[in-house]
């Protein structure tokens, strides 16, 4: 495609279907992909489709990107790319001109493409000169919803930003996955540089610490790596649930951590659990973890999820009517991050058909969704319910803990998942916290052994049972 090709994309109208036809295109792959691969390759892709719509040109940050693309996906994509539309369509791959890269992504809000942590993940090319941070400027207090669900880790973390060292050091946040913790920290890093923007800040996911100790330990590099470290104001850790079993990073972290603390700079952790249900975590650092203030965010409840959905919206450039908020929110419920899948869908399902968003509109966007939905009873859900039912928390199902209190229910989650969801037993395993599949069948064997002989235990497995089939 040629230049004046790409500006002589004229009227709005083909505009937005051409978004529409891509966006449909990307929601498809997005289904079939592996989650992994998807984000890798295919969610940084920006298109531009010609007027006519027989040409697609996808834009690439690299050369080596656009070579895998080519090799591993433009036949996919292209065969896609026609379904959707009906007709012959080619599929032209370029790499981003650079002047679009050296320009921040102004796209980053609006688009919202990225999640929290991918954002972190960008190629170098793609990051803003001085982002080495790595704070993402899009995720801030301002566009973080407040629900009851995550008010207390909100004013926790409001409060560090506004005077961090002093209380609540460290700041501990956990949940499930998609609830918005990755949001908030780089939330509290916005807020900070705001107000000092010469603050020392870093956000930093565990798994790239990790690598970093790694690095530091070959090169023999651990004095920079120190003063990288120690020198912070504020260090911003994502999902320590990483550090498990990996003892020479846990040491260096401690280090660092009692370096940090000394000088009264803040640090921010987050994790699936708290911190005494951290599986293969020294202990002197889970008490370290525990030692400022812990906080929980639970899912977003249902007029949450509806003021997300607007918000979110309304960030992209469109309406969605109350009640058609409402009609999603109750439709998917697990996390943010799938409501934010949900929207995306309806928002391209209605550009490229040129329609309103109605109740109709997302019901037939939804269509695969909402009927899978329909048949199934998520593991997750599960085990909310139980963990609501048992009055434990939701973060146990996964923890390494034993307590008969706390391995009953979960054994009974698990039975329920086995029961009432299409997942194998390696799969449950999987989402109780890694745990063998083996563990999972003697779970299920004893409860419905069990269930024959105690009245009490099969009356509450029937609550649980209705309360789930809604
Ligand atoms: P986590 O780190 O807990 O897995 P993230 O912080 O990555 O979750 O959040 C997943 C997505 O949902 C992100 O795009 C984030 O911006 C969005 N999100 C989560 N919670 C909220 C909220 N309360 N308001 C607005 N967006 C949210
Ligand atoms: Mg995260």
């Known amino acids: 495609m040629t230049e004046g090709q790409l500006k002589g994309q004229g009227s709005l109208a083909a505009n937005a279907a051409g978004e529409g036809l891509w966006q449909t295109c990307v929601e498809q792959l997005a289904q079939e992909l592996p989650e992994q691969q998807f984000n890798t390759w295919i969610k940084p892709l920006v298109a531009k489709v010609s007027e006519d719509f027989s040409c697609v040109t996808l834009f690439v940050v690299n050369r080596f990107k656009l070579d895998w693309i080519r090799a591993q996906y433009s036949a996919k994509i292209t065969a896609l790319l026609e379904k959707i539309y009906g007709q012959a369509i080619k599929l032209e791959l370029a790499l981003t001109p650079r002047e679009s890269m050296d320009r921040p992504r102004v796209d980053r809000s609006s688009a919202n493409s990225f999640t929290a942590e991918e954002a972190t993940d960008l190629s170098p090319e793609r990051v803003s000169e001085g982002a080495k941070n790595r704070i993402n400027t899009a995720l801030t207090f301002d566009n973080l919803v407040e629900g009851s669900a995550n008010r207390m880790a909100r004013a926790a973390a409001v409060h560090v930003a506004s005077s961090p060292g002093v209380l609540y050091n460290p700041l501990f946040i956990y949940g499930g996955v998609g609830l918005g913790k990755t949001h908030l920290m780089h939330a509290v890093g916005n807020k900070l540089l705001s107000d000092r923007p010469k603050a020392k800040v870093l956000y930093i996911h565990a798994e790239q610490f990790v690598s970093d100790v790694v690095k530091a330990y070959q090169r023999k590099t651990f004095d920079e790596f120190k ?118 869908k309806i928002l391209a399902y209605s550009r490229f058909n040129l329609k309103d968003i109605s109740i109709q509109l997302a019901r037939d966007a939804l269509r695969d969704l909402l009927s899978i939905q329909n048949r199934q009873i998520s593991v997750e859900n599960i085990q909310k319910t139980v963990a609501d039912y048992y009055k434990i928390k939701v973060a146990d199902m996964y923890s390494k803990k034993r307590p008969a209190s706390i391995a009953r229910p979960r054994q009974i989650a698990m039975y329920l998942a086995k029961e009432l969801t299409q997942k194998s037993l390696p799969e449950i395993g999987e989402l109780f916290g890694g745990r063998d599949h083996t563990t999972v069948l003697h779970a299920v064997r004893k409860i419905s052994a069990e269930r024959q002989q105690l009245t009490e235990l099969n009356q509450q497995l029937h609550v649980l049972e209705q309360t789930l089939k809604g």
């Open 227 to 344: 003063d990288r470290y120690h020198s912070l104001d504020l260090l911003l850790i994502d999902d320590v649930q990483f550090f498990a079993n990996k003892d020479r990073t846990q040491e260096e972290f401690f280090n660092a951590f009692e370096a940090l603390l000394a000088k009264k700079s803040h640090i921010v952790m987050t994790s699936d659990t708290y911190p005494k249900g951290l599986p293969d975590i020294h202990e002197r650092l889970v008490s370290r973890f525990d030692s400022g203030l812990t906080v929980a965010i639970e899912p977003p409840e249902l007029e949450m999820r509806v003021a997300i959905l607007i918000n979110k919206a309304l960030a992209e450039g469109s309406v969605m009517p109350e009640e058609v908020a409402f009609f999603v929110a109750k439709n998917v419920r697990s996390n943010v991050r799938e409501l934010e899948g949900a929207l995306r």
